[in-house]
Structures are given as C-alpha cells and as structure tokens.
C-alpha cells in the first residue's frame, strides 16, 4: 500500500509529463475537479499562472521589458538590428492605420529615435542638410557624356 504523499506525488508527475486531468482521475476513480485544481496549482508553480492567457501575457510583459532593455543598453550593432526590425513591423503595420494614427506613431518613433541617440531637435535646427549627403565632382556628371 502507498502513503498519500506517494500517491500524490504519482499525481502530480503524471499531469507533469502531459496525461489529460481527466486521464488521471479516472484512472484512479477521484474527483476530476480536485485533479484540474491540483494542475492548476502546478501550474502557477511552474509557469506563474493557471491559465495560458495569462502566462502568455506575462511572457509579453517580460518580453516589452527585455526589448526596452535591448534598446537602451545592449551593444550598437545589437540595438541597430533590433531597431530596424521593430521599424520594419511598423511600416506593416501602419498600411492599415488612419493618416492620423501613423502621424502619431511617427511622432513617438521620432522622439525614441532621438532619445536612443542623444540627439535632441535643437541640435540638428541649424544643421546644414547638404552636410550629410556624400558627393564628388563625378558624380553631378555621371549622366553626360564627353564630346566626341
């Protein structure tokens, strides 16, 4: 004969490896609310929740502090992939949104963009535009060719 320790602990490795509540209780003629209840319990031990929907949002949660993390500390080349994938989505994204909701989202990326680099509107104001553009004296005339 086993104890009811033992037997509990048969129970609880049996729902561990996957066999349906309902399997085990009827397998050992108990109550099937008292087997869920105890898978349940495993569960929230397991995974901090009793159902899925919960713990998938708490996978999210984790998930948005991670990124949050990525984005403000992880190395350049790591922050840059990252960056551009969650842009990617976003442009995705946005074909489906009104004029005035991709002109907010493009407003908050905007000011996370600059917060991520340091940079505040101030100092690109009376920055020259042309500055950044790279060009040499070919390529303006790339396109004409020489007289004959």
Sequence with gaps: MISEEEFATIVDRLLEVGV???AVAKAFTIDPFVVRDRQNELRVEKYGA???SEAMA???WQAL???RFMIHEAPYNVRSRFVM???SKTMSLTA???PETIGTMRN???NLMGEMAGVGDDDLAGA???AFVASTATDEDQDERPDD
């Design 85 to 87: 994938a969650i842009l």
């Design 20 to 22: 349906p509540a309902t």
């Design 50 to 52: 009793a159902e899925l």
């Design 128 to 130: 020259d535009p042309d």
């Design 58 to 60: 708490n996978l999210q």
């Design 65 to 67: 502090d991670q990124a």
């Design 108 to 110: 908050e990326l905007l």
């Design 96 to 98: 489906r949104q009104s």
